[in-house]
């Protein structure tokens, strides 16, 4: 590491506990954590963020769609030039771990901090971000802030999204999150996100992080089956138009793709049937409406684009011989995004400086560095998943894995904001 930018590992641990603690829930698993955009848990989450951030020095600023960032542009550095950037989201998904998000929200202000009070300067601002909803569980498919960040929608079209009842502008005025302008990506240098790798790799390779090569792309389909709810009892099985018959069936077709692409093209390949609602949804009623969501993964694009010529050619199927109503909506399209060399090579050198020789792996769960990508330089550094657990209380990361993963991310962040020693006869610079 550089001399001099050790970083403080009880202050990251210390953050990441007082964060565990908003949406705390208990399960069979564990502990966990409900934080969802715009409720009373997220906002007491990004309420401690804030605190921390002003306590370390940072100018706070937060976005019309709840993004927030904390400034540190010191007298030294050129407060005119692009700004490197680092951080992720403190939303969660519904009974969900502690280290997914807050992790690289943290390490982010800790490797700030630790620059900060070091003899170092930097050519670069830095700024530390936290984005808006990126699981999408209450609003949009997910990576909300991240996608008005890169432009990828309008501040306007974001704020209108509704859970049902609510809109996100309402959510976010609720708690007292909902700003000015916007968080603009293009503006950056570059970015990092430290974020737990989810995935069981560096935990069989006995590693505590790894450089992230590539994010899978996700495509989600949305798919409304009607047929004509009727008598279970009375309807004969050649009278009957049954929506959930013909949804099993695309189902199961949609799983055994995915295991052909993922045997003869890509292992990265997955399809999931995420959820299912079935109207009327009574024993003794043949079920006449049913609608299913379907997320398709790769980081390869042939093998999204090839399971999802099968989802259509299995609706036209159903459509023919069953003579069903059957629509499909494809609303949340990403394409696999590469990092950046720049990017991936000051993760390495800062992982070098520590004697680690971290393994590049690809991601397969989708971040909002897969939105920041397509406007800036960007990377990821993953930290080791204990089990691979994530999105449960089952998920942890070692108190020293993510020390180690911090320690790197601040290595790296010093050489992307130019950091150099500051001459010996410093003046009194006012640093805080
Ligand atoms: O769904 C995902 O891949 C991410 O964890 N939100
Ligand atoms: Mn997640
Ligand atoms: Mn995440």
């Keep these: 590491m550089h001399s001099g930018l050790e970083i403080d590992r009880e202050a990251i641990q210390n953050d990441l506990e007082r964060s565990a603690d908003f949406g705390m829930v208990d399960t069979d698993d564990g502990v966990g954590r409900t934080v969802l955009t715009g409720t009373p848990a997220n906002f007491a989450a990004r309420n401690y963020f804030v605190d921390r951030m002003i306590t370390a020095g940072l100018n706070v600023s937060v976005d019309a769609v709840g993004n927030i960032t904390g400034r540190w ?9 692009n700004a490197v950037a680092a951080g992720s989201h403190l939303d969660s998904v519904p009974e969900g771990g502690i280290f997914d998000g807050p992790l690289g929200v943290y390490a982010a202000l800790e490797a700030v901090r630790t620059i900060k009070r070091s003899d ?6 830095i700024e530390v971000v936290c984005f808006t909803g990126e699981e999408g569980t209450r609003f ?3 990576v909300l802030g991240s996608s008005v960040a890169a432009g990828k929608q309008s501040v306007e079209q974001a704020l209108s999204l509704s859970d049902g009842e609510t809109t996100l502008e309402e959510a976010l005025e609720d708690i007292g999150f909902q700003g000015d302008g916007r968080v ?3 503006k950056w240098d570059s970015w990092i996100e430290l974020h737990i790798e989810q995935a069981k790799l560096l935990e069989r390779a006995e590693e505590p992080v790894g450089v992230v090569s590539r994010i899978t792309g996700t495509t989600r389909c949305h798919v409304r089956i009607e047929g004509e709810a009727n008598h279970a009892g009375t309807t004969t099985m050649r009278d009957r138009d049954d929506a959930l018959a013909a949804a099993s069936e695309l189902i199961l077709t949609i799983e055994s793709e995915a295991q052909d692409v993922a045997n003869q093209e890509s292992s990265t390949a997955v399809a999931t049937v995420g959820s299912l609602n079935v109207e009327p949804g009574a024993t003794n009623v043949i079920p006449g409406i049913v609608t299913l969501d379907i997320d398709i993964r790769d980081v390869e694009r042939s093998s999204i684009n090839r399971i999802l010529q099968t989802i259509k050619d299995a609706c036209e199927s159903i459509r023919r011989n069953r003579g069903l109503t059957v629509s499909i909506e494809t609303p949340y399209d990403i394409p696999p995004q590469p990092m950046t060399g720049r990017v991936r090579d000051a993760l390495q050198d800062g992982a070098k400086r520590l004697d680690m020789d971290p393994p590049t792996l690809s991601s397969g769960a989708g971040h909002d560095t897969m939105q920041v990508a397509t406007v800036t330089d960007a990377g990821m550094l993953f930290a080791r998943s204990r089990g691979g657990h994530s999105h449960s209380p089952l998920e942890h990361t070692d108190w020293l894995d993510c020390a180690f993963a911090t320690q790197v991310l601040t290595d790296a962040l010093a050489e992307l904001a130019g950091a150099n020693p500051a001459p010996t006869d410093k003046t009194a610079i006012n640093q805080s």
């Design 73 to 81: 542009s010191p007298p030294e550095c050129d407060d005119s030039a």
């Design 184 to 186: 603009d990506a293009s």
């Design 120 to 125: 170092w300067n930097i050519d670069r601002p």
């Design 140 to 142: 949009s498919d997910g």
